[in-house]
């Protein structure tokens, strides 16, 4: 009977298989890795270049440096002057971003495929040469602090998740804030800019994605020439700072203006090149993603909250595992909290029924397909892959690791990680402008 | 953190029509079929082979329009409760069938229509298309679903003012439009709370019926198969009546300047928009404002970005926004910055506009426009079966079709100066403007005063978007 089962299920199952990504690999003298995807049913391209240094490569004093330099990126080179990198790009059809996390600094590009060799050319210039003057490095860290008010001090989220992870991690770098603490950005220095620039903006430190219409000739032909003579440096020294073992539950209180509170749940799991990590997937996937995800049903179907999510995001270094709630007006922070955690223990105490593990799955894989809708997306996930991975040809084991997760390893993987003494719990707690006048904190 | 706030991670176009974004080339919109069903369902099918994926999009005429201006939030609110239950489906069946498929689903309510998008795996489409027909013939409102729901839709309302930014535009909308003025309708606690179960059921049975329906696939899937699955699907789908339109003309300028001053005592910044009346979606002019908008506040390099982020370091980001709706709206500069630097920012904006006024723009930054619009708009339009599907969604609202997107790039290439400089004197004015701004009133209020005689002042703290001296 059982065997019948499984067999029904293993029909249902999303297979991915026929979608396998091609990607050609070089790499330049100077180290530079260069990965092609070609995609020729339109005249467009992507180039995206991830240098491997984020805020994890900063020291305290100069937290957020990684983000205002990715903003200095755009303020002048030695052939592309001053704006001119928006300019030009602009006027030949393309456009352009750019965003740092933790662990990486990423430039985007969006470009119709005549302006290729206009965008190696720009993006060379500036690895190489770029200018940072005084004058631009003032108006910017202005720039950085309007992003830092929109984004953090204004938003109940942005603070909240700011001082969960500050109390999350004693030790590890990746306790700052991307976007610097406001103290630091008032203070770097042009020197420490330069230092900066030299070491994370390195080639060698740098994997670059092309993807869309071109062939690997044209892409190397332009690599060579553009992106090759740019002399290597020496890479970031490594981060030796590994977080100690937690050994015991953290809490933090935010009192902040705002409409509702908000709690953030954050466990410690390994960085993402684990064989855990697919079953950590797995199980945010079981309990927040779609309607029918135990979080969902429970609480906000069950009206203790308008929002509850968990998920894990990727990490060079052992990262988070993390779950936000919103809680609804009348619910009680402890409330909605008793609840959550009463369902991560059920995933740890019972084993997951076999047709909703392979929900989860198929939710999932039918997520990765969905990944590869654009040249974009695709250039995000193969460079994702590629630092994050251990390579970007694991992309086309992503199935494998998926269907491999059974139900022991989901029991296993939450008892190990979602405990009691691996949690760091924050709190969002409204105030009101009456409130906060009387500065009474806790003490009634 | 991103550096910018303009142009969100776009891709590149996926179908192979486009051969070439050079100066000669086209836009092409891919092949797409449009049939009625006997009961008046519209069928849109645009066959796209690329990821094995369909978007079926089930759009119902009305949106926020349609709304009784007491109710406001009614026509989402009854979409959003598809999602909890049929005659055949509870809410939780529903969700866990979904979910298995590994199908995404979401509601979305604009000022013309409601949608519901179902996202399947090729292989599920026909499965799609029946659950779809069942929310869409069956929804059954059951009590306790819509008590939640309602209590929800409250609790989301009041959680808006925690983003300053979505604050302030509902505020800004409501004291812009005039009063009935469908647009200034904007959904809040008070609206929110008068709505009853019996209006959500009259609702749904007056506009979810076959002759203000359209049912639209885009994807990888069998044409004629999917045709016939929808139309045994669809076919038994109550006739009912189609969805008037509201007739509304042109928003008139007001006579004089007008200010609001929604009081946040704890913002550290101030957030504003600058507003006027625009133009309706097909607006002959529609083309030679967006070159225009492109270049004042529509991209990184713009006017309005240019002086006041990048020269002045006042702002994280400044844009510019054109309204493109059925009826006319508006034309918004929007920004945000330091508390003290409020009047600063704001003056700057207004003096970038008065140059945009004085100076138009020359050959050289029309040129620049028309190959930036023309080189995003594959993958802003076309790119994805979403993207299309909301495309072909639009022309149901406006009456537009393939000519709308086909003859896109020639109407782009026939804009002259002369234009640009036509449309700016009409919509890129100076005089009697709308500002709408929200911050720490007790620092800005005396000076910001300057900009209009009598501003109006609210509290953010006030349940609901209430604002109400008289306009």
Redesign the interface.
């Known amino acids: 009977m059982a065997i019948r089962i499984l067999a029904a299920l293993a029909l249902l199952a999303i297979s991915c298989a026929a979608q396998t990504v091609a990607v050609k690999q070089h790499v330049l003298d100077n180290g530079m890795k260069i990965l092609i995807h070609e995609d020729h049913d339109v005249p467009n391209v992507v180039m995206y270049l991830f240098f491997k240094v984020g805020s994890r490569n900063e020291q305290p004093g100069t937290t957020g440096i990684s983000h205002f330099f990715e903003h200095m990126m755009f303020n002048g080179a030695k052939k592309y002057g001053p704006k001119q990198f928006d300019i030009v790009l602009e006027k030949a059809g393309g456009r352009n971003n750019a965003y740092t996390t933790r662990d990486l600094t990423v430039y985007t590009d969006f470009f119709p495929t005549s302006a290729l060799e206009l965008m190696f050319d720009m993006e060379a210039d500036r690895i190489t040469d770029l200018s940072l003057t005084p004058g631009m490095v003032l108006s910017e860290r202005e720039v950085v602090y309007s992003e830092r008010r929109l984004r953090v001090d204004n938003s109940p989220f942005g603070t909240l998740y700011e001082q969960t992870n500050a109390v999350a991690y004693t030790a590890h770098p990746y306790q700052w804030p991307v976007i610097g603490w406001a103290s630091d950005i008032e203070g770097w220095t042009r020197g420490e800019l330069e230092h900066y620039y030299k070491m994370g903006y390195a080639p060698n430190n740098c994997t670059v994605v092309v993807s869309g219409d071109v062939t690997e000739e044209q892409v190397m032909k332009l690599a060579k020439q553009h992106f090759e003579p740019i002399p290597k440096q020496d890479p970031p020294p490594p981060v030796r700072t590994v977080e100690p073992v937690q050994a015991g539950e953290r809490r933090v209180k935010v009192y902040h203006q705002a409409q509702l509170p908000l709690q953030m749940f954050s466990w410690h799991v390994p960085a993402t090149p684990d064989a855990d990590t697919p079953v950590l997937e797995v199980l945010g996937a079981l309990l927040s993603q779609g309607r029918s995800s135990r979080l969902y049903r429970r609480m906000v179907d069950g009206e203790l909250a308008l929002q509850a999510e968990c998920g894990g995001e990727e990490s060079i270094d052992p990262g988070q595992f993390i779950c936000i709630v919103a809680p609804r007006t009348g619910v009680e922070p402890e409330t909605s909290e008793r609840a959550l955690l009463e369902e991560i223990e059920k995933l740890r105490a019972d084993a997951t029924p076999a047709k909703e593990l392979q929900k989860a799955k198929n939710q999932l894989l039918a997520d990765y397909y969905r990944e590869l809708k654009t040249i974009a997306n695709k250039a995000n996930f193969i460079g994702n892959y590629e630092v994050f991975h251990g390579g970007w040809e694991k992309v086309n084991g992503y199935e494998a690791s998926i269907q491999a997760v059974s139900a022991e390893d989901v029991q296993r993987v939450a008892k190990k990680y979602l405990t009691e003494r691996n949690r760091t719990v924050g709190t969002l707690i409204p105030e009101t402008e009456q409130e906060e006048s009387q500065q009474g904190g806790e003490g009634k | ?4 706030t ?11 029509s ?5 100066a000669n080339a086209q836009l092409k919109l891919p092949q797409y079929t449009k049939t009625k069903l006997d009961n008046g369902v519209s069928v849109v099918l645009m066959p796209k082979n ?4 369909v978007t079926l999009m089930l759009l119902v005429k009305g949106g926020g329009e349609s709304d009784p201006a007491q109710m406001a939030g009614l026509a989402d609110i009854t979409n959003d409760l598809l ?1 909890r239950g049929t005659t055949n489906r509870t ?2 069946q ?3 069938e ?7 689903i979401g509601t979305g309510s604009d000022t013309a229509s409601n949608t519901v998008t179902l ?1 399947v ?1 090729s292989k599920d489409v026909t499965q799609g298309v029946e659950i779809l027909a069942d929310m869409a013939r069956n929804a059954n409102f059951d009590k306790d679903e819509v008590a ?1 729901e309602l ?2 839709a ?3 309302a ?2 808006v ?5 979505a604050a302030l535009s509902r505020y800004a909308t409501k004291f812009f439009y005039p009063q009935g003025h469908p647009y200034g309708v904007v959904a809040d606690e008070l609206t929110i709370g008068r709505i009853q179960r019996d209006n959500i059921v009259d609702y749904y049975q007056r506009m979810y019926v076959g002759s203000n329906a359209t049912v639209i696939a885009v994807g990888a899937f069998d044409a004629k198969a999917l045709q016939a699955a929808i139309a045994k699907s669809f076919g038994p789908m109550r006739k009912g009546q189609a969805y008037t339109w509201v007739k509304q003309g042109p928003i008139a300028r007001k006579t004089a300047p007008s200010l609001l001053l929604v009081d946040d ?5 101030t957030y504003f928009q600058i507003m006027q009346p625009g133009l309706d979606a097909t607006s002959k002019d529609r083309v030679a404002v967006e070159l225009v908008n492109t270049l004042f506040g529509g ?3 713009s006017m309005l970005n ?1 002086a006041l ?8 980001g400044a844009n510019s926004t054109v309204q493109e709706r059925r009826l006319p709206g508006a034309v918004a500069i929007s920004t ?3 508390t003290k630097t409020t009047v600063a920012a704001i003056d700057m904006a207004l003096d970038v506009l008065k140059k945009l006024r004085e100076k138009g723009i020359d050959e050289e930054q029309l ?2 426009a028309k ?2 619009v ?3 708009s ?2 802003k339009l076309l ?3 979403d993207q299309l599907a909301a495309l072909l969604g639009g022309f149901e609202v406006t009456g537009q079709g393939r000519e709308h997107i086909d003859s896109y790039f020639a109407r782009i290439d026939a804009v002259t100066v002369a234009d640009a400089k036509r449309v700016i004197d009409t919509y890129y004015r100076s005089d009697n403007l709308v500002f709408a701004l929200l911050g720490q009133k007790s620092a800005i209020a005396a000076e910001t005063a300057k900009y209009a005689t009598s501003p109006v002042v609210v509290e953010l ?1 006030v349940p609901g978007v209430v604002i109400n001296a008289a306009k």
């Open positions: 953190m991103t550096r910018k303009f142009g969100k991670l776009l891709g590149g176009v996926l179908f192979a486009v051969l070439s974004l050079s690329d990821v094995p994926l999602l809410a939780e529903l969700a866990a979904i979910d298995f498929l590994g199908a995404t996202e795996l939640k209590a929800r409250l609790d989301s009041k959680s003012k925690d983003n300053k930014q005592p704890q913002s550290t910044q991209r990184f390099t240019d982020r990048v020269n002045a370091g006042l702002t994280y945000f910055t330091a040129a620049s190959a930036y023309k080189g995003g594959p993958t790119e994805t079966n703290s």
